[in-house]
Nanobody, 126 residues
């Protein structure tokens, strides 16, 4: 079992920045066994991939809508993954979810993730 917790959401004006964090842990879990990703669900829409990253921090992959504005990173020594979000716009308003694949490869496909956090709300005002 992997416990996943997001933090760092909030309200920000357009053009502003936020950094989300995701902590993943478990009694028998090694953080380096986890490929991880960020997803979001805008109001009234379906879930979409934002970014994902391998266990060693390699191969970050981004959705076209956030490329050049968002950066995904992880610090294995702290069992934490991050999403730095810059140049935010109202279209980025959503609940953001952290997800992990245990013993698997990084992927854009949400249905391949094993564990999910509860989500954190990000609201960008115009």
């Amino acid at each position: 079992q992997v416990h996943v917790v997001e933090s760092g959401g909030g309200l920000v004006q357009a053009g502003g920045s936020l950094r989300l964090s995701c902590a993943a842990s478990g009694r028998t879990v090694d953080f380096t066994d986890l490929a991880m990703g960020w997803f979001r669900q805008p109001p009234g829409k379906g879930r979409e991939v934002v970014a994902n990253i391998g266990w060693d921090g390699n191969g970050p992959d981004y959705a076209d809508s956030v490329k050049g504005r968002f950066t995904i990173a992880r610090t294995n020594a702290k069992n934490t993954m991050y999403l730095q979000m810059n140049s935010l716009n109202p279209e980025d308003t959503a609940v953001y979810y952290c997800a992990v694949v245990r013993f698997g490869k990084m992927t854009r496909h949400g249905n391949r993730y094993d564990y999910w956090g509860q989500g954190t709300q990000v609201t960008v005002s115009s």
